[in-house]
């Protein structure tokens, strides 16, 4: 009896470890990121897609929650996920603002330009592009609720859209045929982030969806990270050129 009460002990310690970092594990590897930006005032370096991708996946993720059920942790994830991209943005914009010797004509998100659609100069902008996407995604999961296909195919653009984070990365390198400047840590820290949130949903029976999508994400991984072994030569040579130089 006894042996039977501290496995079951241990196995909801455990359970509530995995859901915890199923929570908060998505956020930790921008913290680095929102330091420096932060302490060296310079925002170049960070792409503001990948706070677009990020917003659009666990908004959509949110709303196929309404349409089908699935872990508490994920939909916690996913508000803890938004709430730190639109930090991100907030700061990016704040900074980059700062920088700016000659100030530049505001865009702003009533402009309807596409040309400048996420180059906008204030914040509030982007809050508004997150609040209007959610409005409308609210009012069609709303009126399509009962259409099974619909919630699919949301679940599946809300995993999907997330999977996709790596390709930009993936392709660039391709282009330059070297990963010279890209972080391999940051590539291995996705690596097995990934591989345990796949395990992690396969595990707990989480939507079809997320487990296919957690698959792709970890092949898109594995890809850039044999990218640095593939064009580690062509990396060694540029950095002998520089020193023959």
Known sequence: ???NYEDIT??????????????????????????????KQDAEGFSLYV???????????????FGKRFELPLLLQSILMIITML?????????RSKNQIIKSRER?????????????????????????????GGALMYLFL???????VVGLLAVLTEAMLGVPQFIRN???????????????????GDTFKTCY???????????????????????ILFQVYLYHTNSTSTRNVARTD
């Open 174 to 192: 391709c282009h330059n045929k070297s990963t010279e400047g890209m972080s391999v840590v940051m590539v291995m820290m996705w690596t097995c």
């Open 1 to 3: 009896m006894l042996e």
């Open 51 to 65: 706070c677009l991708a990020l917003l659009v996946a666990n908004t959509l993720r949110i709303l196929f929650w």
């Open 108 to 136: 702003v998100f009533t402009d309807l330009d596409i040309k400048f659609f996420w180059k906008w100069t204030d914040f509030q902008s982007y809050l508004n592009f997150v609040l209007l996407f959610g409005i409308v």
């Open 10 to 39: 241990f196995a909801n310690v455990a359970g509530w470890i995995a859901s915890g970092a199923m929570i908060f594990g998505g956020v930790v590897p921008y913290i680095p990121q929102y330091r420096q930006i932060k302490e």
């Open 146 to 152: 009962d259409i099974l296909i619909f919630v699919e």
């Open 201 to 223: 949903f396969i595990q707990r029976e989480a939507p079809i969806q997320f487990g296919i999508c957690g698959a792709l994400q970890v092949i898109i991984d594995v890809s």
């Open 87 to 95: 930090m991100m943005i907030r700061l990016c914009v704040n900074v």
